[in-house]
């Protein structure tokens, strides 16, 4: 395992110190626990920066969406336990 120094001022070392106290853990393991959660979010918007990305190409590639509606019904009914159509795509209206 590797050491890393972090310089930080006297302000934010004290709120880290008072958070992980309430946290019933060290300012070690709360720092390192907070760098963990913010390295998964980034991977998280990573991921679903990709999904979207590739949805919006499909769109223009297509030229065919559901309308917002459609698919809200769709779901509010399936939620409800009724049968329902799935929504077909249209061409995208410009």
Known sequence: ??????????????????????????????????????????ELRGDFETTADARLARILATGKTIPWASMRDYLEARLAGTPARRPSARKLAR
Do not use: C, N, W, Y
């Open 1 to 42: 395992m590797s050491t890393t120094t972090i310089r930080m001022p006297d302000e934010l070392k004290t709120r880290v110190a008072a958070a992980a106290k309430r946290a019933g853990t060290t300012p070690h393991g709360f720092i390192l626990e907070a760098i963990a959660e913010k390295a998964t979010q980034d």
